[in-house]
């Protein structure tokens, strides 16, 4: 019988801990698994043993998330782009020279600008639930868009309902429609780290800075016209925040590009792994190494 | 919809390669006298049906890997016990957190889920549960897994001993001996000490499991239960007795440094069953979370 095992790994990226799950051999192919809000690389705990007897599967925390370091908001900048460069040296540090990427959520923006920056390094893309298009922005954004427009306290504080326990669980359930699938370990951890002192002003400035990729979106688009990366976009389509028009669009940009839509909520890993593991592996077998 | 229906609509769609590892997993709830109990639940319930029971300080979550690795050839339903995990916690007013109070609870659980004498798998507090249950109803288990729990005085390691005094007479100073065992560093005494490799120590599950036993009103229910492990050692002698008597079909897997029920507790049971089939891995109490492939292994040999 085959085993799979999984390594929990840290590394100093400058001057942060990542923590960062690792399975497969060196030897493989290596995949990339970007988490996103408020989850982490344990969002990836049942893909990883589907990938990795195939794959050398790498799958870091973001800084503020899981079990990489959170400094205070006041200390470090919770940007996209400051997450992006943690991720990007994580990457040059393990000497990644190679590889393919899975986005999810936060993931994508980090993913995409990662791409954008190193086209020659991204043998594909699986976007999951990973938006790079207005029309896939779906009005549950509504309260987040009025802080961007105006950002002022009462704003801000308008979306601490968003890490609350309740919203935690809304996300998990919304467009699942059989919900014994739902290990509650899930929503419990996010919850755990959420929780932690501090984490909420983090989240409340990543909100605030999602409109930084909002803005980065026709960038994303450019590469994707002229690098016609190979793309798999896995969307559940009950994403009460990003739309399936969001990954249709990828098509516009990406003829090749392959579409493909599964009954369920924003965390498709969480109800259809299998299904979804089928095709990843189907995707990157046909990727040059 | 069911396990069944969404494997064969799986099957259907011909998107699973038949021979790929698949990860479905169910999570409900059921009513007990009042309680919900949660438990986890895969496989096929008409194949071979095995419970599995354990308490602190990781409650059903323990068993998500042996799940995963045995579902395609079993039918695995494990519940968290009342107080424990995601199953209610009732009020100790309304339920009394005693190892008796348990067994019943679980007893009336196989009833509701109408399990076929499954075979248990018993680790830790699931133990004392499933002997309770067992000299009770010697026919309800059709085989026996037992996992770093204990039924004699050898067989208690250290970190019994330490707990020797507050088990004896709880009190404000006795407490202050049991009460680390309910931080972070007494959860990684479960889960790391005498782990061979830590860095292959899964830490989803100690910091959900702390994440529980944070929760208001736990300490008091965990050190009720705790007290109360009193009861099983005054039960040792008959279950010692019934497991002479009724030489069970029994698997034994261990891991060798647990702290709390270390390996001189499976030889004891060995002596007293010498049919008994001993599996010994150099790593923790929580002996899944380094050897779940290797011990899914020795399951399905037992099992066949």
């Known amino acids: 019988m085959k085993t799979t095992r999984v390594n929990y790994r840290n590394t100093k990226v400058n001057g942060l801990n990542i923590f960062y799950r690792e399975a497969g051999s060196n030897d493989s192919t290596v995949i990339l698994l970007l988490h996103g809000y408020p989850t982490s690389s344990h969002m990836f705990r049942n893909l990883i043993p589907l990938l990795s007897e195939n794959y050398h599967v790498i799958a870091p925390d973001l800084p503020g998330f899981g079990y990489s370091d959170k400094p205070d908001h006041q200390e470090f900048a919770y940007t996209f782009d400051n997450l992006t460069k943690h991720i990007q040296e994580f990457i040059d540090q393990l000497g990644l020279k190679r590889f393919a990427i899975y986005v999810f959520d936060y993931g994508a923006p980090v993913g995409y600008r990662i791409a954008v920056a190193n086209p020659e390094k991204i043998t594909g893309i699986i976007s999951q639930n990973g938006n790079a298009y207005l029309e896939g922005l779906s009005e549950g954004w509504n309260p987040i868009q009025k802080y961007w427009a105006e950002p002022t306290a009462e704003n801000r504080n308008a979306l601490k309902m968003m890490v609350e326990e309740g919203t935690t669980k809304w996300q998990y359930f919304t467009g699942v429609s059989d919900e014994t699938l739902i290990a509650p370990e899930s929503y419990t951890l996010d919850q755990h780290f959420l929780d932690q002192p501090g984490n909420v002003e983090i989240q409340l400035d990543l909100f605030k800075d999602y409109a930084n990729n909002v803005a980065l979106y026709p960038v994303f688009q450019q590469y994707f016209r002229d690098k016609q990366p190979a793309l798999l976009a896995a969307w559940g389509d009950k994403d009460p925040f990003f739309l399936p028009p969001g990954a249709e669009a990828f098509k516009r940009d990406i003829p090749g590009a392959t579409v493909k839509f599964f009954d369920t909520g924003h965390f498709a890993l969480e109800t259809h792994v299998n299904e979804i593991g089928a095709e990843i592996l189907n995707f990157l077998e046909k990727l040059p190494k | ?304």
């Open chain 2, 1 to 304: 919809m069911n396990y069944e229906t969404k494997f064969k609509l799986i099957g259907n769609k011909k998107l699973i390669n038949p021979t790929m590892k698949t990860q479905i997993v169910n999570y409900g709830k059921v009513n007990i006298d009042g309680i919900n109990l949660f438990y986890r639940e895969a496989g096929d319930k008409a194949k071979q049906q095995i419970i599995l029971l354990n308490g602190v300080p990781n409650a059903s979550s323990a068993f998500q890997e042996l799940m995963n690795d045995l579902k395609e050839d079993y039918y695995l339903i494990a519940p968290d016990f009342p107080g424990f995990g995601n199953s209610d916690i009732p009020d100790k007013r309304d339920y009394e957190y005693t190892f008796h109070n348990i067994s019943l609870t679980i007893e009336k659980f196989m009833a509701t889920m109408k399990l076929k004498q499954p075979t248990v798998y018993a680790l830790g507090y699931g133990g004392p549960v499933t002997f309770r249950i067992a000299t009770r109803r010697p026919d309800i288990f059709n085989n026996y897994i037992l996992q770093n729990s204990n039924a004699y005085e050898e067989g208690l390691g250290p970190a019994m001993h330490n707990a020797a005094p507050f088990l004896e007479n709880r009190n404000e100073e006795t407490t202050k001996l049991v009460r680390p065992l309910l931080t972070l560093d007494g959860i990684k005494l479960f889960f790391l000490n005498g782990a061979k490799d830590p860095g292959k120590i899964n830490p989803d599950n100690y910091t959900n499991a702390l994440h529980y036993l944070n929760r208001p009103g736990q300490e008091e229910i965990q050190l009720d239960l705790l007290y109360n492990y009193a009861s099983n050692i005054t039960e040792y002698p008959n279950w010692q007795k019934w497991l002479k008597e009724i030489q069970p079909r029994l698997l034994l897997v261990w891991g060798k440094n647990d702290v709390f029920f270390p390996v001189a507790a499976a030889e004891a049971i060995k002596r007293d069953v010498p049919s008994a089939e001993l599996h010994v891995y150099d790593t923790s109490h929580l002996a899944l979370e380094e050897h779940h492939a290797d011990i899914a292994a020795n399951i399905r040999s037992f099992l066949g």
